[in-house]
């Protein structure tokens, strides 16, 4: 396995030095994302549709702050993997008065979570929940793995240094590695999460992170890479789930693609939006076959 190297200590002011050789970096949040120029998973999935390049570029110069809807998922990771912001309980009724508005301000001003009680009580229960599923429970094992490890390597293909953020990363041991992501959900129930896969392009996670797995020696191609996905609200059931070889085949594919639109894009410097020629477009088809039969 790849050794582990600790970065960010002797970063200039302006930023992290950039990385240039492959390895498991620890590192915060925070640094692994300012490591712009090597391609992550989320941004190989935003250069392609239903996205563009120029979204993607645009996202890079512009990154979106902290948003409350995000909060709740975040709050879950550092319980459930135990690394990351610390979550501080706001407890006032309301949040719009000036005093709950400055607790919030600060609270964010030092990096932390703020959570109204019930979302305090939310993700603690949260974590509870998951703690006593017979799977899950085994797969964030603290005496078993590492969370947040950041993972760099070259592709070999196009020379484009790449990038992944495991939640976590288990042990060495004999036997299949299985790697586990955890995700926050509205509905944990198959048929929803077989949508999910395809909206967020989980497919592609899944083959980008085996990528960094394989190439920093971490595991071979037998490796299991696994969504534990956990719903938001009571009971907050969780459903372990593995996309298929199929799936992952279209993920491989739509990686690649994002590998060569990256490295031709940062090559010329233009980052196209989504067509380039005059496209022709028609009445969606429900809409062209209402009116064929009306008017036509």
Same mark, same amino acid.
């Given at each position: 396995?790849?050794?582990?190297?600790?970065?960010?200590?002797?970063?200039?002011?302006?930023?992290?030095? *950039?990385?240039?050789? *492959?390895?498991?970096?620890?590192?915060?949040?925070?640094?692994?994302?300012?490591? %712009?120029?090597?391609? $992550?998973? $989320?941004?190989?999935? =935003?250069?392609?549709?239903?996205?563009?390049?120029?979204?993607?570029?645009?996202?890079? &110069?512009?990154?979106?702050? $902290?948003?409350?809807? #995000?909060?709740?998922?975040?709050?879950?990771?550092?319980?459930?993997?135990?690394?990351?912001?610390?979550?501080?309980?706001?407890?006032?009724?309301? #949040?719009?008065? =000036?005093?709950?508005?400055?607790?919030?301000?600060?609270?964010?001003?030092?990096?932390?979570?703020?959570? =109204?009680?019930?979302?305090?009580?939310?993700?603690?229960?949260?974590?509870?929940?998951?703690?006593?599923?017979?799977?899950?429970?085994?797969?964030?094992?603290?005496? @078993?793995?590492?969370?947040?490890?950041?993972?760099? #390597?070259?592709?070999? @293909?196009?020379?484009?240094?790449?990038?992944?953020?495991?939640?976590?990363?288990?042990?060495?041991?004999?036997? @299949?590695?299985?790697?586990? /992501?955890?995700?926050?959900?509205?509905?944990?129930?198959?048929?929803?999460?077989?949508?999910?896969?395809?909206?967020?392009? +989980?497919?592609?996670?899944? /083959? #980008?992170? %085996?990528?960094?797995?394989?190439?920093?020696?971490?595991?071979? &191609?037998?490796?299991?890479?696994?969504?534990?996905?956990?719903?938001?609200?009571?009971? +907050?059931?969780?459903?372990?789930?593995?996309?298929?070889?199929?799936?992952?085949?279209?993920?491989?594919?739509?990686?690649?693609?994002?590998?060569?639109?990256?490295?031709?894009?940062?090559?010329?410097?233009?980052? *196209?939006?989504? $067509?380039?020629?005059?496209?022709?477009?028609?009445? *969606?088809?429900?809409?062209?076959?209402?009116?064929?039969?009306? +008017?036509?």
């Amino acid at each position: 396995m790849t050794t582990t190297v600790q970065a960010g200590a002797s970063a200039p002011a302006s930023g992290p030095a *950039p990385i240039t050789g *492959p390895g498991i970096y620890e590192m915060t949040n925070d640094e692994y994302h300012s490591h %712009r120029y090597a391609l $992550s998973s $989320s941004g190989a999935r =935003k250069l392609l549709p239903p996205s563009c390049p120029a979204i993607f570029r645009y996202e890079q &110069d512009h990154p979106q702050p $902290s948003k409350k809807v #995000w909060d709740i998922g975040n709050a879950a990771h550092k319980l459930v993997l135990g690394n990351g912001p610390a979550l501080q309980l706001v407890d006032y009724e309301r #949040w719009d008065t =000036k005093a709950a508005k400055a607790d919030v301000a600060e609270a964010r001003a030092a990096g932390a979570i703020p959570l =109204k009680r019930a979302e305090y009580e939310q993700v603690h229960d949260m974590a509870d929940a998951l703690r006593r599923h017979p799977v899950a429970s085994l797969l964030f094992d603290p005496e @078993r793995g590492t969370p947040e490890q950041s993972l760099f #390597w070259r592709d070999d @293909r196009t020379g484009v240094m790449r990038r992944a953020r495991l939640d976590w990363l288990p042990n060495p041991r004999s036997g @299949r590695l299985i790697i586990p /992501d955890y995700k926050t959900c509205r509905s944990a129930n198959p048929e929803k999460l077989a949508k999910d896969i395809d909206e967020y392009g +989980y497919h592609q996670q899944d /083959d #980008w992170y %085996r990528a960094a797995c394989r190439a920093l020696g971490i595991a071979g &191609d037998d490796a299991a890479f696994v969504f534990v996905c956990q719903e938001k609200s009571a009971p +907050y059931v969780i459903t372990v789930i593995e996309v298929t070889a199929t799936a992952r085949r279209i993920g491989a594919a739509r990686n690649r693609r994002a590998l060569e639109t990256f490295a031709d894009c940062t090559a010329s410097g233009y980052w *196209p939006g989504y $067509s380039d020629d005059i496209e022709p477009i028609a009445l *969606p088809g429900y809409a062209e076959t209402r009116d064929t039969l009306e +008017y036509l």
